[in-house]
């Protein structure tokens, strides 16, 4: 039998993981400013650590969910069913047991992390407290990500999403609503973790609920162990080289401009890259829906991977042509930097990187999919030494801009090669990959064009007009006629993938 999609469908499911993306965000963006004035900037500085931490349980369980995700996705037809609980079972044991070292790890270092970070007298003995919530925490937030990764596998975001809706919601509104009560760190700390853990429980049940009961007379088939921790592996070299090709050029920064650049260049990225939040919740979907359209008969794999192309394309682009036009007051007005390191240059050369960077989320989910995280690994590390040559000459030379434009042509070619990869992987790709380069060239153009108009003209007025043009390349251009069929007469509803 044939596996169909959520039971609302692609779009549906799109929506409900793009919520559960922005919860968390939106609850930071609330609760922040109250646990500023209430803990202070040294207490919140660690609380922000700690959350960064907690949020990092996709890096540390060495890549087990994902490969939980797709080895589900792929088992969920008939003649596979039998070995979905087999996999998960052995998946989850797999998370804990991760959880469980890392925990025992951070334990064994909480002294000198306390000490590494600077704190003092009685926020040291919180910090060490809150390094212990942690770690303790770490193997029931393991579990909770192979549970998820376990719905995400039978496309069950919506019940996903029940979970993480309000646990994201609440993971910064519950240690705001005690600052009145108490402004010690290890209870901002203990709040953070409890919610995460108690999300985590939800999703368990939820997970063990939706998972096929046990087949009478049908075996599980052979040990997933080495399948899960084959793939795994190389998701986890993949995170890693994708965290350094993110993250390293804030660091090269400080060594070859000055620190005081980096909360420029930093906060114009943030700014910029958050937009992914609706590329990425896409991928995720279409990950495991690509995943089970794994045979050669099966005609959807290329209208759904054009789906996912033009779907990405046209979150981002009318977003990031706002942005460029209203980059200025953005980081004036809302960040409070001025224009002394060329932020707002940074931000408009970063934005062409993010387009391609969101059409890169379509090729490297099919590469995953079809368990080939091996080839976007190696493409990943080969590209760390030339991106740190390009740095190395552009930043001496142009300074923060440098830095961007090499972000966006490392962003660019890791589009080109994940889009050739994945061709070769599954050549039913090669359709979707045409139409990724060309709406990718178009794409280039307008945000350079609304780039140039911005930068040449003072008045907003004229470069405002430039989002409603980049509209009508979207309605044009990208959405299929059953889109804006759909979207002319939202009353019309349909159970397919529209």
Same mark, same amino acid.
């Given at each position: ?29 609330? $609760? ?36 939980? @995700?797709?080895? +589900? ?16 079972? %052995? ?22 992390? @306390? ?42 975001? /919506? ?5 993480? +809706? ?19 760190? /290890? ?8 919610? !995460? ?19 009478? /007379? ?7 162990? !080495? ?22 050029? !804030?660091? %090269? ?39 089970? @359209? ?5 005609? /959807?794999?290329?209208?759904? $991977? ?17 942005? %460029? ?36 989320? +379509? ?44 972000? @966006? ?43 140039? %108009? ?29 889109? !804006? ?14």
């Amino acid at each position: 039998m044939k596996p169909s999609p959520g039971p609302r469908g692609l779009r549906h499911s799109t929506l409900w993981n793009g919520g559960a993306q922005v919860a968390p965000v939106a609850s930071a963006v609330i $609760a922040i400013p109250f646990l500023s004035r209430g803990l202070g900037e040294e207490r919140l500085g660690l609380l922000l650590l700690a959350w960064t931490v907690v949020s990092m349980v996709s890096v540390l369980d060495l890549g087990v969910g994902r490969a939980l @995700t797709q080895m +589900i996705a792929v088992r969920r037809s008939g003649a596979r069913g039998a070995e979905l609980r087999s996999v998960a079972r %052995i998946g989850v044991r797999i998370s804990g047991i991760s959880g469980l070292a890392a925990g025992l790890l951070l334990m064994a270092l909480s002294g000198w992390i @306390t000490s590494a970070v600077g704190a003092e007298g009685g926020i040291q003995r919180e910090a060490s407290v809150a390094v212990v919530l942690v770690a303790l925490g770490l193997p029931f937030l393991l579990v909770a990500n192979a549970f998820r990764a376990i719905l995400d596998g039978l496309e069950r975001f /919506d019940l996903s999403a029940r979970a993480r +809706i309000p646990t994201g919601s609440l993971t910064f509104m519950l240690p705001a609503a005690l600052v009145p009560f108490t402004q010690r760190l /290890d209870v901002a700390v203990g709040a953070l973790v409890a919610v !995460r853990c108690a999300g985590g429980l939800v999703l368990g049940v939820m997970a063990t609920r939706s998972l096929p009961g046990r087949i009478p /007379d049908a075996t599980a088939g052979p040990s997933p162990v !080495r399948e899960l921790l084959h793939l795994g592996g190389w998701v986890s070299v993949g995170n890693l080289a994708s965290m350094i090709l993110v993250y390293a050029d !804030r660091f %090269i920064i400080a060594s070859f401009v000055s620190i005081a650049a980096i909360a420029h260049y930093a906060t114009a990225s943030e700014v910029v890259t958050k937009l992914l939040i609706g590329p990425i919740a896409v991928a995720g979907v279409w990950f495991p829906a690509l995943a089970r @359209t794994g045979s050669p008969e099966d005609g /959807d794999f290329e209208t759904l $991977a054009q789906r996912g192309i033009r779907l990405v394309t046209a979150l981002i682009v009318p977003a990031l042509v706002t942005l %460029i036009v209203l980059a200025d007051p953005v980081l004036r007005l809302w960040a409070g930097l001025d224009g002394a390191w060329g932020g707002v240059s940074v931000l408009r050369y970063l934005a062409i990187g993010v387009f391609l960077n969101a059409i890169a989320q +379509i090729p490297f989910s099919t590469l995953h999919a079809r368990a080939r995280p091996d080839v976007v690994a190696r493409l990943h590390v080969l590209q760390l030494p030339l991106y740190f040559a390009l740095l190395g000459w552009a930043l001496p030379r142009f300074a923060l801009v440098g830095a961007a434009i090499s972000w @966006t042509l490392r962003s660019g070619a890791d589009m080109l090669c994940l889009l050739v990869a994945a061709t070769r992987a599954e050549p039913r790709f090669r359709a979707a990959a045409a139409l990724a380069g060309m709406l990718a060239f178009e794409g280039v153009l307008l945000l350079s064009l609304s780039i140039w %108009i911005a930068r040449e003209t003072d008045a907003l007025s004229i470069s405002l007009l430039m989002v409603p043009v980049s509209g009508a390349w979207v309605w044009g251009r990208v959405l299929t006629p059953a889109w !804006r069929d759909l979207i002319l007469t939202p009353r019309r509803r349909s159970g397919g993938t529209d």
